[in-house]
């Protein structure tokens, strides 16, 4: 089970982080993703990280937004700064079992998701 905090509405240029607690076993074998999805828009890849720590981000918030992982606490962060209008979006922590610490961008390689806090960010 995975359970997603931390969003809220902040202003443009602004800052938040997010954490989602993985309730299962061997969360260190887990490749982790964040995604995200605005209104009328399909389900975003966002950021994710192997089980040995290796990152990868989209384009769009590279340089931006920082994805991390404790696995001794088995939660995910998102720390998300310079914030825009166009991160608005619904944001979902998944979760995909990878014990060779391989990692993919795609939503359907993630067996078991979040159910999504909410990112607001106002001009």
């Known amino acids: 089970q995975l359970l997603e905090s931390g969003g809220g509405s902040v202003q443009d240029g602004g800052s938040l982080r997010l954490s989602c607690a993985h309730s299962g076993n061997r969360y260190n074998r887990y490749c982790m993703g964040w995604f995200r999805q605005a209104p009328g828009n399909q389900r975003e890849w966002v950021s994710s990280?192997?089980?040995?720590?290796?990152?990868m981000y989209a384009d769009s918030v590279k340089g931006r937004f920082t994805i991390s992982r404790d696995n001794a606490k088995a939660t995910l962060y998102l720390e998300m700064n310079s914030l825009k209008p166009e991160d608005t979006a619904m944001y979902y922590c998944?979760?995909?079992?990878?014990?060779?610490?391989?990692?993919?961008?795609?939503?359907?390689?993630?067996?078991?998701w979040g159910q999504g806090t909410q990112v607001t960010v106002s001009s």
């Open positions: 998944a979760a995909d079992y990878r014990p060779d610490n391989a990692c993919y961008s795609v939503s359907s390689s993630y067996d078991y």
């Open positions: 990280i192997t089980g040995d720590g290796k990152t």
